[in-house]
Structures are given as C-alpha cells and as structure tokens.
C-alpha cells in the first residue's frame, strides 16, 4: 500500500527565508506522481506542484521547487523568499492510478507559519 | 465562478438525520471524488467515480454513498448521521491524464451533535 510521510507537524519560520517541507513515500509502482497541496485557514486546496516519477527535472513553479529524490523516496517542498501570505497547511500527496482515475494517498501535513 | 461547487458551505444537524452533500463542476471532467479531512490529519477518499455509470468504494466508505446524477453532479448522503462524521468534506474532479492535478471545492464544514 502507498504511504506518505511529512514528519513536521509544524514549522516557524521568518519572513523573506527559504523553507524546506519534508515528504517521503512508500510504494511498489515504478510508475507515480506526486503533488503538493497548500490549505490556507479558510479551508479550500489549493495545488502547487507535480513531479512525476520518470521527470528527469525537478519541478519547479514560481517560488514553489520540489527537491526530489528517487532513490531515497523523498519530495520535499521548497519554498524561496517565502511570504506572509504562505501561512498555511501544506500536504503531500501521492497519485495512484486505478483505471485511469487518480486515487490520492495523503500526508497528515505540516503546519507552516511565517514570522514578519 | 468556481470550477467545482459545493452545497452546503456549512452545515449543523442532529444525530440520525439524513443528510446530502452536493457538488457540481464545470471543468468537464469525467472523475469525480469525495474525500474527508479529519482535524491534523489529510483528506482520506471516501469515494470516486469514473462517470454516471461507474462508482467506486474508497477507503473509509462505510456509512456513507452516492450518486453521480450527470457528469457534472456528485453527491454525498449520510443515511443516519453520526458524531464521528463531523469533518470537513471535500468535492474534487480530474481528466484523464495521469500528472494534472484534482480540482477541488472549497469544502463542506459537517457538524453532527
């Protein structure tokens, strides 16, 4: 079974630093994809990026890159310059294919908070 | 206007009542998912469909079903409500290409007294 780890249930960090958040992953597919999702306090998902397992790059969306590490089972997400505005929970999720429809296995998530 | 809707934004009620949770879209995706998220924990799928024709247990199914009553609607029924149903309940669709992310509702907020 597919499983997603983010071992910081929370994080404090000052304005205008880069943050790291850790995901690792267990699976047996050679074939995955995984994503980061940002949940600010009024509830909705937001997406903010994807790395696929055969991408020979590291994502990289605006301020948001994934530093991912195949070989080790680790996606974590980077966050440069980072803003009032990234105060949020952040999960990562790990995409499992089931006929085609994409089943996502979840982290519990890491509570980010940025200092002014 | 948002991609993916739900109906109710929030919603108290009584333990035993029956209760519904609606989502339409407009993004024309043929997958359509229901997920819940407990308080410090991820969203765990409750069920998904492929289209009207083909529905699909998730991992915590259990007291819960629904209906796909078009491409578009998906909706969510807890036949007798129970406390340990209280959470946030999340509406969410995809195409069929494998690395484009679900779009999700803004979340419905279940209270079961």
């Known amino acids: 079974a597919q499983k997603i780890t983010q071992t910081q249930p929370g994080m404090f960090v000052q304005e205008k630093e880069a943050v790291t958040l850790d995901c690792t992953y267990d699976t047996s597919d050679q074939s995955y994809g995984l994503f980061w999702y940002k949940q600010p306090s009024s509830g909705e998902m937001i997406f903010l990026i994807y790395?696929?397992?055969?991408?020979?790059q590291n994502a990289t969306e605006g301020r948001y890159s994934l530093n991912f590490q195949k070989a080790r089972k680790s996606a974590n997400l980077v966050i440069s310059a980072s803003q009032l505005g990234d105060s949020a929970m952040y999960f990562c999720a790990m995409r499992e294919l089931i006929q085609g429809a994409q089943k996502l296995v979840f982290g519990q998530g890491t509570r980010l908070t940025i200092n002014p | 206007d948002a991609d993916v809707t739900q109906t109710p934004r929030n919603r108290i009620t009584k333990t035993g009542k029956r209760i519904m949770l609606e989502c339409s879209q407009t993004?024309?995706?043929?997958?359509m998912y229901w997920y819940r998220q407990d308080p410090g924990l991820g969203l765990r799928l409750i069920y998904y469909?492929?289209?009207?024709?083909?529905?699909n247990k998730g991992e915590i199914s259990d007291g819960y079903s629904v209906s796909r009553q078009a491409q578009a609607k998906f909706s969510l029924s807890l036949e007798s409500a129970i406390p340990n149903q209280t959470a946030l309940y999340f509406c969410?669709?995809?195409?069929?290409?494998?690395?484009?992310?679900?779009?999700f509702g803004d979340g419905t907020r279940l209270s079961i007294l």
């Open positions: 469909s492929f289209d009207v024709k083909d529905i």
């Open positions: 790395q696929g397992s055969y991408d020979e």
């Open positions: 993004k024309g995706h043929d997958r």
């Open positions: 969410a669709t995809s195409d069929w290409v494998s690395n484009q992310p679900q779009h």
